[in-house]
């Protein structure tokens, strides 16, 4: 069973900084890529950045593309999303998630186990 825990999320001033955390149980952590997502209030959940197993790509897209920056432990099972000038329009849930199937890394659809979120809130 794989477990993932966000952590890392908080009310932040425009401009500001967060970064996330996201901590995995389970075997084989640096075997999977792994994402970000978020999630706006009323809005569909939407891909933030993804990282292969062994941390040699990346992958943002050009909505977040200068400012997130996604990075990986895997001694420490542990995936990481570093937000920079934030902007009220990046407030949302954060997920972590597992790509489990294949597919597109962007998809949601092709990641098996979620977090359960962490919430991000940008005040402008």
């Known amino acids: 069973q794989v477990q993932l825990q966000e952590s890392g999320g908080g009310l932040v001033q425009a401009g500001g900084s967060l970064r996330l955390s996201c901590a995995a149980s389970?075997?084989?952590?640096?075997?999977?890529?792994m994402g970000w997502f978020r999630q706006a209030p009323e809005k569909e959940r939407t891909f933030v950045a993804a990282i292969s197993g062994s941390g040699g790509s990346t992958y943002v897209p050009e909505s977040v593309k200068g400012r997130f920056t996604i990075s990986r432990d895997n001694a420490k099972n542990t995936v990481y999303l570093q937000m920079n000038s934030l902007q009220p329009e990046d407030t949302a849930v954060y997920y972590c998630a597992r790509q489990g199937r294949s597919g597109r890394s962007d998809n949601p659809t092709t990641y098996d186990y979620w977090g359960q979120g962490t919430q991000v809130t940008v005040s402008s």
């Open positions: 389970g075997r084989a952590f640096s075997s999977y890529t």
